[in-house]
């Protein structure tokens, strides 16, 4: 066979991966990759061997398998920013598959170079921001979105086994995202599940036993890894340490997430039922909940379940849910969400007008159903109260890509109206996106700068711990959230001598085999009896510095103990200093 017939043929993939490493090349021109929220570089560092000296194999937000095979590749060469490479290849990987299996409606070169222009164009004007500042929920998301568009435009007059084979890669890509964001995975199962009643509504006839096997055997492998994945991690979980820390990370995720921390003030009977003062309530308020050993999974339930009540109390599930329909309504037209509402919006326009001049109504009870299950997902989210942006935009990006598969189906024809209907969604989505991409590329610059500057001082604490690597220092948490790190720039993946005084991996079985690395058993014993040991507040946040010297010695004071925080030292940028560095000492 000639090159030229060879490379014919292979035409599709290399136009799908020169675009996906064209995006990827161009984005790290202009940007370093940086990962999203201090969570994410958390997790980065327990994997990477950073938070207890050794990869470890449970990253806690992640499900073991994948976070146990991440382990592995950084105990084989711990300098390498596998986590960042794990994440780029979901990322641009998940852009190639879809863009491969979108060529394939296309003949002429000239139509697939509009449909790769185009597509790329939608990825920059949406995603940009989300490719640039790395964060799980949006990787799972992608994934998973990958996977619908491949099962949705398969060949499905096959017979059941090579249905099934011709499917795996999407059972596995949904595995995968399980894997990395179980919880998100979860949040859009539903929307995968009514592509699959869509695709699954096309077959002529519709019901036979031929097509119930097809389809419910590719539901099956996804459950099947779905039910194997989180077999492992409860197995790797499955010791008493673990166990009261997953209880605990659960009660303290409903309380921080879903509820409100009720005041001290008006509720002091409860806190008095739970034996917790003041001070330890304050401990809540401020994040800094590691310093105290009795608030515990049980005490963290307790208060969650009384924030619950509180809720229930003062706003009504009607009230609370005619919150929502008018959140959403506004969300869903007006500009809360700009561009994203207005793409779905856009897309659902074009899938319409495409089933009308294919007569294909069926369509339209198949635009109905993914809009009911769309609508129910965002009421669900509303009502809760949570709604960032890595959770709407993952939400978004699922059904736009559920839209484009739907699209892609419809204009795939000869005929000259369907060649007329393809220039007009052509024309449609670059307007939309000549219109949208300055603002995403404004919008990514703003955020980049801001990170650029405030990273400064993270990167000078980190030198600061690295030469006083004898020390121990535990970080204000409210002093060090607006810090993240880069994926691929100034790696050190050293066993690092901080750590911040609450957060989600507090009182797990990490944190004290960390914490066992230079000697402490508890926070508030190590703070107050080794020399080596000291806190780190950021000075400039005018409420931090003040609030940290008034809760810390009435903490110990309630504990029976006067203490006394000297300053020993500080961090400074150009002369200007930034961090203070505090002992805690006992007033004899």
Known sequence: MKLAEKLRQKENCIWSLGISVLLCTVISMFFDYYYDLNDDVLMKDILAGVYTGTPEGNNIQMLFPISFLISLFYRVARVVPWYGVFFSICHFGSIYLITNRLLTFFESRLTKLVAVFLESGIVVTLLLKDLVFVQYTITCTLLASSAVFLFYTADSHVPTKQFFKKNIPSILLVTLAYCIRSEM??????????????????????????????????????????????????????????????????????????????????????????????????????????????????????????????????VSFTENLKIALSEYKYRTFYDTDYPWNLFVITMYGLVLVAAVMNKRFRFIWELACLGIVRSGLWLFILYRGRAPERITHSLYWMELVILLALLVKECKTKTGIFSLLKVMVAGVMLLVCIWRLDNSITATNTEYARREEVNKELQALQAYAREHDDNFYFFDVYSSVKYSEKLFANVDNSLSNYDIMGGWASKSPLMEKKYAQFGIETMEQALLEQDNVFVIVRIEEPDTLPYVKDWLPQYYADQGVMVQLQKVDSIAINEKEIFAIYAVNEVQ
């Open 185 to 314: 995975l979860l949040l859009v199962l539903p929307l995968i599940c009514v592509t699959g009643l869509c695709k699954w509504a096309g077959e002529k006839p519709f019901f036979t036993k031929a097509n119930a096997a097809k389809y419910f055997s590719v539901f099956g492998g996804i459950m099947a890894g779905i039910v194997l994945s989180q077999g492992i991690h409860m197995v790797a979980n499955s010791g008493e340490d673990w166990k009261q820390f997953t209880t605990f990370f659960d009660n303290r995720t409903e309380l921080y997430d879903f509820q409100t921390i009720p005041p001290y003030e008006g509720n002091e009977a409860f806190y008095e039922s739970i034996g917790m003062t003041e001070s330890e309530q304050a401990l809540l308020i401020n994040y800094n909940f590691g310093l105290q050993e009795e608030i515990d999974a049980e005490c963290m339930g307790r208060i969650a379940d009384y924030a619950a009540g509180l809720k229930k109390d003062r």
